[in-house]
């Protein structure tokens, strides 16, 4: 089954499309008055997977980086961009762990220790 890609604007900031996760093809547009409000909305989600934040200005993107409260920024292109190498994962409610390489190493790495004293050696 196929879904057709669905654009919502002006949907109130209540609104259940708006505040949930949506797994299909779905883009959400919403207005806001300016950087912090932007900020903001992203902050007061329940969710915090990757963020996309397209913009030339290095500080804004360092800004970003700094307070966006995700598992991830990605300046000038889509959220869902990633590299291998990379960890990609959320924070609050989305998703459970880190994936990437590292990630995984770590997940099926299983430490121990060994302590050894007052044996000569």
Do not use: C, W
């Not at 409260?69 to 998703?95: H, L």
């Amino acid at each position: 089954m196929t879904l057709a890609p669905t654009v919502v604007a002006g949907a109130p900031a209540d609104a259940k499309v708006v505040r949930e996760e949506i797994f299909g093809p779905v883009l959400v547009i919403q207005r806001v008055a300016d950087t912090d409000a932007a900020f903001a909305a992203v902050n007061g989600s329940d969710f915090g997977l990757q963020a996309g934040v397209f913009t030339r200005d290095l500080p804004t993107a360092f800004r970003a980086h700094r307070e966006l409260e995700v598992g991830g920024v990605v300046i000038g292109d889509v959220p869902t961009f990633r590299a291998d190498q990379m960890p990609y994962g959320g924070v609050r409610k989305s998703g459970v762990g880190k994936e990437g390489v590292r990630s995984a190493m770590e997940d099926l790495t299983y430490e121990r220790v060994l302590v050894l004293t007052g044996i000569d050696l």
